[in-house]
Structure formats: C-alpha cells, structure tokens
C-alpha cells in the first residue's frame, strides 16, 4: 500500500495557464508531476486543492499524491532537490504525512484569498496586482462586503457553463484594508466558484466608484445573473494565500 502525503508550495502563476494541466499549455501541476516522478523514480500524480485560473497565484497551495517511498517527510534532503529541480517561480515549502484518505482538496474546512488593487504605478507590482487610477470607497467597499456574508447562493459570480453541482458557498469573512497604496481584499470560505473572486471584486470596484451601492450589490447576489454583475478583475491581483485543514489528516 502506498503512502499518501501533502505537498505545500507557493507559486507565481503569471507564466502558467493555472494550476490544472491542460493539453499544450504549461501548468503548475505538470512542472511539480514531472519533478517528483523524477527524483522518486515512480510515476506521481497529484491532486490539488482547487483550480486556480492562468495567472494567478498562490502563496499558499497543497496538493496530495500517493508514493511507495516511506516516510519522505523525514527526507531532509528532498525539499531542496526538489527546489533545484522546479523553477524559480514555483516553490515547495513542505511535505507531510496524512491518512490514506485525506484529500487536498475536500479534506480542507476553508480557503482564504487576498485582492490586490495598486492605487499607484509601481513596475515592481505590476504583475502582482491591479493598478488603478482614481480613489476608491473603501467604506462603501466593505459595506458591500458584509453583503457576502447574507448569502449563499453566489450564481451572480460564477463562469458561466462550469460542471459544478451547486453555487452555494459559506463565506465566514470579507474585508477591504489598505496596505500603503495598496487595497487589499480577503475573502475566507469554505469553497470558491470559478472566476469568483475575480468578479466580486471588479463589481465592488463599481461600488467604490458610486456605480452602485451596498443595496444594489446585495440585488446583484440575488439576482443569480452573471450578467448583473461587473467585470472580473484580472487575474494578477489574486492569490491564494491560505488553506485550513483538520489537525487529524497530518500524521507523524
């Protein structure tokens, strides 16, 4: 029986097409996939804990795949070769034991993403957040955010024609802060929808132009029409910066 572990790495999305592997694209999957076949010397596949869309990133991201090698977290060596191995953009930070079921992705209890909207130009930023001329509302913005927390059903941001079940998400936090001239947004959940972020935050960008206001944010939700809400906000701002998981899933 194979051992089954959970890698965390960090990763730059900007030159992958997401996390996913895709047929002629790069992804972040298949570069990790081939690295740890490599160094294992047995074929690896990994299962992440979501899909994240081309270009964005993660600070924070766990991945679970099953090896014949025992007790590889007791490997000090294997994170650094693994990190000689991968490219600059993408890091391994850690590598733990858990139980034959665990699963990276519905093992987790909550994911946290952050925003980041650049109030000024900045090069350095440029592919890590959204720069945007003109002031916003960031107490209108966080009146809008409270709205998150008043449903369930997120349709209203959702890509449209996705494979998925439900569009009911739980969203235990949501908050706009500035960082400097940054603003950034963190949004906690269970689970996220596809383009979800990404479109929460381009129509809270309307809010805090005046566009709309809280109310009508809260109409936008409960409509459960894509087409209500704005635009989705690009993807370099985002990232995945946070995954929970039961203390019970990690072994020693």
């Not at 993408?90 to 909207?117: E, P, Q």
């Not at 908050?175 to 689970?191: C, H, N, Q, S, Y």
């Not at 479109?199 to 005046?210: E, F, L, N, P």
Request: hydrophobic letters at 40%; one cysteine or more.
């Amino acid at each position: 029986m194979k051992t089954r572990y959970f890698i965390f790495l960090s990763y730059k999305g900007t030159s992958y097409h997401g996390w996913q592997v895709q047929p002629d694209s790069p992804t972040v999957q298949e570069t990790l996939e081939k690295s740890l076949s490599l160094l294992l010397g047995e074929k690896i596949e990994t299962t992440g804990a979501g899909r994240t869309d081309a270009g964005v990133h993660a600070s924070f991201f766990c991945a679970h795949f099953d090896s014949s090698v025992l007790n590889l977290q007791n490997d000090k060596n294997l994170k650094f070769r693994l990190n000689r191995f991968l490219p600059k953009d993408i890091s391994v930070n850690d590598i733990r034991k858990v139980r034959h079921d665990a699963n990276a992705r519905f093992s987790a209890l909550s994911r946290t993403y952050k925003y980041y909207i650049s109030t000024v130009k900045d090069p350095f930023k440029e592919d890590l957040s959204w720069f945007l001329y003109g002031e916003l509302d960031l107490q209108i913005m966080n009146l809008a955010s409270d709205e998150l927390l008043k449903h369930t059903d997120f349709t209203s941001f959702s890509r449209l024609h996705t494979d998925v079940k439900t569009n009911n998400c739980r969203i235990f936090a949501a908050e706009w802060t500035r960082e400097g001239p940054m603003l950034v947004f963190t949004i906690r959940a269970d689970r996220f929808l596809r383009n979800m972020v990404r479109a929460i935050v381009g129509t809270m960008v309307d809010a805090g132009r005046g566009k709309i206001s809280p109310s009508m944010f809260a109409g936008i939700i409960a409509s459960r029409n894509r087409s209500s809400a704005g635009i989705s906000a690009p993807a370099k701002g985002l990232f995945l910066t946070d995954i929970e998981y039961p203390p019970e899933v990690f072994l020693k």
